[in-house]
């Protein structure tokens, strides 16, 4: 059985993951000038009332994201 690839939207507050890579061009542009690089850990801090944005967490500083971004960042889960 295959498993669909994990997307940082998916994640739930207080998981972090480490990036793997990105699905969508305009993402990938916008991530990397934040210094969130493929191997970058991390964290999901908030989730908005209704659900979007998030905000991560990284060593560079907290980063908020709209569900739609997020959804483009794969990722796997780390303990």
Known sequence: MK???LTLDLLQKGTKASVQGFEDDVVEEK???MGCLPGSIVELEKI???GDPIIIS???GNLA???DEARHI???LIN
């Open 3 to 5: 498993f669909p690839p």
């Open 31 to 33: 991530m990397l000038e």
């Open 48 to 50: 908005a009332p209704l």
């Open 58 to 60: 990284m060593s560079e």
């Open 65 to 67: 994201l709209r569900k």
């Open 74 to 76: 794969r990722v796997i």
